[in-house]
Structures are given as C-alpha cells and as structure tokens.
C-alpha cells in the first residue's frame, strides 16, 4: 500500500492555491469536470522522495463555507489488489461502505469517522462479484 493524497475541499481555489504554494507546495496537476460542476488541483513538494500530495477539490457551486470537519474530504492509498484488498479487511471486521464496484475505487471509515479512499494500483481490475453488485452503504 502506498499513500497517495489527502482532499480538502476550497471555497476559493486560488486563495487556497497561494497559500500551499507559499508554504513550498506547487501545482501537480488540474482537473476540470464540467459535467461533475468541480475542479481538482493535486499540489506537491517537488522533491524525488515525496510522492504524498494534498488534492483540493473546488466545487463550483459552494457558495457558503464548509462547517468544520466538512472541508476534510479523505486520505486516499493505492493498493497492488483492491478487491483482495477489500475482502481482507472485510475479514478483519472492517465495513467496506463503498464497494469496489467498478475495479478501482472503495471507501471505508476509521473508527472516528474520517474516511479513507482505496484505488487500485495501475487500471481498473475487470468487475468481481460480489463487489460489482454490493450497494454503498452509509456516508463515506
């Protein structure tokens, strides 16, 4: 398993881009999603040793701040196998609230509540019951 991001969502994308780029962090990558009415922005420190990036996720139509505890989106890892992945923690007494339906992407929570997004290393696995028919389940 390898970290890959923490999300926070931004009312104000470039205030938020100026103030992790005068910390030291610059701009990976963006992502418009006009359909999804959003933006992605992954920020990073550049150096060879750090792969860890912060994503900010603007959201077009937010026009009021987000509550506390909102603004955090997730921390997001990559793992080799995501159904294995899945079943193994499933085992371990972890729920998993967002299957990997699709071979890429699952959502679980810690105990606090924080959620934690888990993709698939490299492309989509092909789809796997009984993950591709599951429901989510609860907030995630």
Not at 56 to 74: C, K, M
């Amino acid at each position: 398993m390898r970290y890959l991001h923490t999300m926070l969502r931004v009312r104000d994308l470039t205030a938020a881009v100026d103030f992790f780029g005068k910390l030291g962090l610059r701009e990976v990558r963006r992502q418009d999603s006009p359909a999804g009415r959003f933006t992605l922005v992954f920020l990073g420190t550049g150096a060879p040793d750090d792969a860890a990036q912060v994503e900010l996720t603007y959201n077009w139509d937010q026009a009021e701040p987000y509550p506390t505890g909102r603004f955090f989106g997730h921390l997001a890892y990559e793992v080799d196998d995501i159904y294995q992945f899945c079943e193994r923690i499933s085992a371990a007494g972890i729920d998993v609230l967002r299957p990997p339906r699709d071979g890429r992407m699952a959502f679980i929570k810690s105990p606090d509540g924080h959620s934690v997004e888990l993709l698939q290393r490299g492309e989509a696995l092909e789809k796997r019951e009984p993950w591709a028919s599951m429901p989510n389940r609860g907030e995630w």
